[in-house]
């Protein structure tokens, strides 16, 4: 019989597996478990066991698959952009830009009187929910494909033409006085920003490269992308639920009830107007959505004085949500029950 090898033989390769030493135990236990504390509330969990396990995704992750998306986006709308017609198109960007420009006047009241923000933060939160969400509007377009209809190419039009109103009627309902090169650069600012410049650019290159390969090949993955997109969000969403604290729950209703109002009515007007049931419901979800990515940059520099952690949170960990899981299906059937046909 060969010998036995000596590492083996003094049991110091096999104790792993024969028994624990009960000190090697309780070490091991205390490296993998999370302390838990009476006083912890699920958000401050949730965010140790993302920590713990080191779930967190690095910036640049989110600025590649959020401008894939938004590319991909451009590059759908451009390509389907040689069967619209200008008036149809034209109806559809001015309600936008009226939906973003009257939102804030609609619900600034409601946030310095009923909530008590003073004026300044009041004007910053409702520029961020005049403005849009791309990644709410990438949702509900998707989904609308999903249901069997098809996305009308101006609504990335839509989309960017929502931007700049809102900023602009916050800046004015903040009180401040703003010279005309400030407001310049605020407008120069939202039109040169990144989500702009990104769909805009993919609207004119889809629009030159129409049936080509190219075109087809690079949205292939688009809602792998997509999922993608949404798990990484959901990790950001859950490190920021902590912020909710500071803002009180009359701040959280406002992120619910805000968006289901704002998003019924503009679906219902868009749809009584001559839009068709996808343009209505895009329209809708473009009005229920709040911005979290281009709004925030814009508003830190043309009214610094309002609170980053007051105009932050309920846009990205209420209202988002909110309109993920349950508010562009909402919208959707308003439309559908507008036209008179109920459809699963």
Known sequence: ??????????????????????????????????????????????????????INAPATMFVAVSGYLLIAIGLKGGAALTTTTAGEAALAVGLAIAVSAITPFLVFPVLERWIGLNRVNAAA??????????????????FLERMGHSI????????????????????????????ANSLLRTCIEVLTGRPSVLLLGGLVVGFAFSGSQFVSMFIVPFGWVLLAFLVLMGFKVVTRLGDLKNNGIRLTIFAVFTPLILGVVATSIGYMTGLGVSAAVVLGTLAASASYIAAPAAVAKAIPEA??????????????????????????????????????
């Not at 939160?125 to 998707?142: L, N, Q």
């Not at 308003?334 to 109920?342: I, K, S």
Request: hydrophobic share 45%; no cysteine; proline share 9%.
């Open 1 to 54: 019989m060969p010998p036995q090898d000596e590492r083996f033989s003094s049991g110091r390769w096999s104790k792993p597996f024969s028994r624990w030493d009960p000190n090697e135990r309780a070490k091991l236990v205390k490296s993998i478990s999370i302390p838990v504390q009476r006083d912890v509330t699920i958000d401050t969990f949730l965010s140790r066991v993302l920590h713990k396990f080191r």
């Open 125 to 142: 939160v409702a520029a961020h929910y005049g403005s849009v969400s791309i990644v709410t509007f990438t949702i509900a377009i998707t």
């Open 152 to 179: 009308p190419p101006y609504a990335i039009a839509m989309a960017a033409a929502m931007e700049l109103p809102a900023i602009l009627t916050a800046i004015t309902l903040s009180g401040k006085r703003r010279g």
């Open 307 to 344: 609170s980053p952690a007051i105009y932050l949170a309920p846009p990205l960990i209420v209202t988002f949500p909110f309109n993920v899981l349950l508010g562009i299906f909402i919208y959707y059937r308003v439309a559908m029950l507008l036209t008179g046909t109920v459809s699963e």
